[in-house]
């Protein structure tokens, strides 16, 4: 089982509509989770981070954490073309060399016109 | 000015060559990391360090080294390039407290690197 998960994709929305992005995780002592988002070609770029169980809010974008089910989320409202890229989900997992920060495959987002 | 920078951004080389990509920070960040991305396998760890004195594999270390001059620096070099390491290559920094919450990493532009 990988550590995080993510379906590749693409899920392809209208644009106005809601994306609705899912990951999960393997161990149950990861504490930090976090969404990033790249466009093809560039670097990662952090849009949310998510610490406690429940929602988050961050202008159209809400992260939800539920521990229990070791599964975290991303919703985006009102989806724009600008909005297509690759979501990676990544979770801080506890090793014995420290912290490592462990990232999906990505889901591929596409807004559609 | 961008806060992490790589050079070169984009480099072809040859099997056997060995090669070095550099990397600089201007956040201030103790931790810095190497990554490599490929299509389908998301990104992988190679190295990484949590100060000047301390280095450590990460999960695809092999064929790879690294150097920490600086606080500010992280060098990676492929000894013997080969084609399989043909990939994207991406440094980043971290501020974490060490405590296990915020471990926000931040990314450099990347290295795109050809081995023939």
């Known amino acids: 089982q990988k550590e995080v998960e993510q379906n590749s994709g693409p899920l392809s929305v209208p644009e106005g509509a809601i994306a609705s992005l899912n990951c999960t995780y393997s161990d149950r002592v990861s504490q930090s989770f976090f969404w990033y988002r790249q466009y093809s070609g560039k670097s990662p770029e952090l849009i949310m981070s998510i610490y406690s169980n429940g929602d988050k809010e961050d202008g159209r974008f809400t992260a939800q954490l539920n521990k229990a089910s070791q599964y975290v989320s991303l919703l985006i409202r009102d989806s724009q073309p600008s909005d297509s890229a690759t979501y990676l989900c990544a979770v801080l997992i506890l090793t014995g060399g420290g912290n490592k920060l462990t990232f999906g495959t990505g889901t591929q987002l596409k807004v559609e016109l | 000015d961008a806060d992490v920078t790589q050079t070169p951004r984009n480099r072809i080389t040859k099997t056997g060559k060995r090669i070095m990509l550099e990397c600089s920070q201007t956040k201030g960040h103790d931790r810095m990391y190497w990554y490599r991305q490929d299509p389908g396998l998301g990104l992988r760890l190679i190295y990484y360090s949590f100060d000047v004195k301390d280095i450590n594999k990460g999960e695809i270390s092999d064929g790879y080294s690294v150097s920490r001059q600086a606080q500010a620096k992280f060098s990676l070099s492929l000894e013997s390039a080969i084609p399989n390491q043909t990939a994207l290559y991406f440094c980043?920094?971290?501020?974490?407290?060490?405590?296990?919450?915020?471990?926000?990493?931040?990314f450099g532009p990347g290295t795109r690197l050809l081995v023939l």
């Open positions: 980043a920094t971290s501020d974490s407290t060490g405590t296990g919450m915020g471990e926000t990493q931040y």
